[in-house]
């Protein structure tokens, strides 16, 4: 079995967004970066697969230079392969990431067969498009599916479980295919040091696509959204604060 | 004359309440082109669709095929598709309820067109591109863009506008029914059975009170006091992800960004930090108590109400007082 997972590197943003002066990114100069959860999650799902049937798995991300790092990360849980398809650092829209990465796919396709499965994020942490996936789906004629929460492979089919409010959807889809996976799926596991060792060492297969054209939406400029900063009231410290605490709930009818 | 179109999905007879909510989006841009309202709903029945007109929609475009009787990704973008073919839409708009976002991600995939997602205003325009804000981070931060395509396709940021009512005396929408063209092809992917497992999540999106624990908590076992005093207030449990990442907790109980949406009365949170990620979960709860060791922590700037303090300590305290109310009153 060939699986094929897509991952976006993103800022680590702690407990405030700054932006940068021209107010057309996030000021990432004491930042780290990771992948969104559902990514982690994907490329967990992705590292379980293959150990349960054989085969390969490979990671991709399109994005800069330092997205390595990302993709290091997949390689440290048991990914086989790293791909970077390296660009500037500047924003893609879904269209064109999804043109490339379809490019991508098929020439990863034609050099090694096809991938049974690939998996992505439900949608990305930064952009939040909710589309590349199933752009790239279309365009290689494969069948997907997004939001999955649990999925089984069996016989050529795709078992893939959804949450709907009082339960599950349960959809099929036959492969080769594209899920959309949600965080929750599995428990991601942390990489060894062994794990880490090993990724060092493992090549990153780098190319350099074209840019297509700009499809949209164009990102103009960011801006925080307005929040009424509460000045907070402190009922007190330690546990001689409870009398006030159950005072408040009784207040604001809680209790 | 121009046209909007808005996808529909119907629950009982009814919008469900993300599409009242983009209806009404739909309407103030109809209003604002000076434009036709039309919406597209696929499959369900006509009396129902024609109550639409409550909504301001004068045409629903009812996509029916005998192959759509249960959910497909693709078929339903293929029937939205195939009414959008037909019409001459300067726009189509959907909710942003997990299945309106697919349908409208497959029907942009299937034309080519870009695709905003989770839009909160929009400036419409006859020709050429719209000047939208969206958001990105689920909220956390908002981007101005320009969108365009033929037609323009996006969907509305739930909770920015509110559900539309129907208006009380409307006349019924014209119902028009559209032979959705469904191939093969189109149904490989698609719903097979439904799981009826009431988890808790749904219980955590609607409690009136959360209690919420972090890596603050500092164990497992240590969410023994959360659950207790859940208990005696009759209050869902909530986490952030850490607690799910060490494995402390299910990940159906995380609050945030990739996890659950909370609304409650109130939301005490215990040993959390109030990372943008996990307050954007919890942004509509009313008030917000907050008990943390560092008077320093983001979540404070959040907070209705403040212990500065141990959970260990604090909370069992909590728990024995209002015990102790309780057993009073
Ligand atoms: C794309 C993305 C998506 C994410 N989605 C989510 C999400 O859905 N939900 C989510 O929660 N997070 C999410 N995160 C993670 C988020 O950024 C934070 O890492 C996480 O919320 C931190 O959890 P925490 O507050 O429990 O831990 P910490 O940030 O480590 O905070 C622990 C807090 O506990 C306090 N504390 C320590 N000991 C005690 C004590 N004894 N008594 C009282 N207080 C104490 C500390 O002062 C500190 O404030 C996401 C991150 C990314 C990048
Ligand atoms: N630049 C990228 N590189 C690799 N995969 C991506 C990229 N952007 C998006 N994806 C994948 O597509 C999913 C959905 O992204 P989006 O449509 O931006 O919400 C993500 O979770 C990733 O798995």
């Known amino acids: 079995m060939r699986i094929l997972v897509l991952v976006k590197r993103v800022p680590a943003t702690g407990g405030r967004i700054t932006l940068t002066d021209d107010g057309r990114a996030i000021d990432t100069r004491f930042l780290g970066f990771v992948v969104s959860p559902h990514e982690e999650c994907a490329v967990e799902e992705a590292v379980r697969l293959i150990e349960a049937n054989g085969g390969e798995s490979v990671v991709m991300t399109l994005g800069p230079a330092e997205a390595a790092d990302q993709l290091r990360d997949a390689l440290a849980i048991g990914v086989d392969r790293a791909v970077l398809l390296e660009t500037d650092g500047s924003d893609w829209d879904p269209l064109a990431t999804a043109t490339a990465l379809t490019e991508a796919v098929r020439r990863l396709e034609d050099a090694d067969g096809p991938f049974d499965l690939i998996l992505v994020g439900n949608e990305s942490a930064d952009s939040g498009g909710f589309q590349v996936g199933i752009r790239l789906a279309v365009a290689l004629d494969r069948p997907v599916v997004t939001g999955i929460k649990a999925l089984e492979i069996r016989d050529g089919m795709a078992t893939a479980r959804r949450q709907v409010s009082g339960g599950f959807d349960i959809y099929e889809l036959p492969l080769p295919a594209v899920v959309g996976v949600r965080e929750g799926i599995n428990l991601p596991r942390y990489p060894s040091v062994p794990g880490r060792l090993r990724a060092k060492k493992k090549e990153v297969e780098t190319s350099t696509p074209d840019r297509p054209g700009n499809g949209g939406p164009v990102l103009d400029s960011l801006k925080l959204p307005v929040e009424q900063e509460a000045q907070a009231e402190i009922l007190g410290s330690g546990p001689e604060a409870a009398p006030r605490v159950v005072e408040v709930m009784r207040e604001i009818g809680v209790l | ?81 195939g009414v959008v073919a037909a019409g001459s839409y300067d726009a189509v708009i959907a909710s942003a309820s997990d299945t309106a976002t697919e349908v409208l991600a497959h029907l942009a995939a299937r034309t080519g067109q870009p695709m905003a997602a989770n839009v909160t205003s929009a400036e419409p325009v006859a020709a050429g591109a719209w000047r939208i804000t969206r958001q990105r981070w689920a909220g956390s931060l908002l981007e101005d863009a320009t969108l365009d395509g033929q037609p323009r396709l996006l969907t509305v940021a739930p909770h920015v506008v509110p559900a539309m009512e129907p208006a009380a005396g409307a006349g019924p929408a014209t119902v028009d029914r559209v032979d959705a063209a469904v191939t093969d092809s189109d149904l490989r992917a698609r719903i097979v059975g439904r799981d009826v497992t009431a988890g808790d999540r749904v219980s955590l999106a609607d409690a009136k009170v959360v209690v919420g624990g972090g890596r603050g908590m500092g164990s497992a076992e240590a969410f023994a006091m959360l659950d207790e005093l859940a208990g005696v207030l009759g209050a869902a449990v909530g986490v952030s992800r850490v607690a799910t990442s060490l494995g402390w907790r299910p990940h159906t109980q995380q609050i945030g960004q990739t996890g659950t949406r909370i609304a409650p009365d109130l939301y005490i949170a215990c040993g959390i930090s109030g990372a943008i990620q996990h307050i954007v979960g919890a942004k509509s709860a009313k008030r917000i108590l907050v008990i943390n060791t560092d008077p320093e922590a983001p979540i404070f700037k959040r907070a209705t109400y403040a212990v500065v303090g141990d959970v260990h300590a604090v909370v069992p305290a909590i728990t024995a007082e209002v015990r102790r109310v309780k057993g009073a009153g």
Do not use: Q
């Open chain 2, 1 to 81: 004359m121009s046209a909007i179109l808005v996808f529909v999905e119907m629950v009982d007879g009814v919008p469900d309440r993300l599409s009242a909510e983009a209806l009404g989006f739909a309407g103030g841009v109809a209003k604002a082109l000076g434009a036709d309202l039309d919406a597209v709903i696929v499959g369900g029945d006509a009396t129902a669709a024609a109550g639409l007109g409550g909504y301001g929609v004068g045409t629903v475009r009812l996509a029916t095929s005998d192959r759509l009787s249960s959910y497909a990704p693709a078929a339903w973008g293929a029937a939205v598709a």
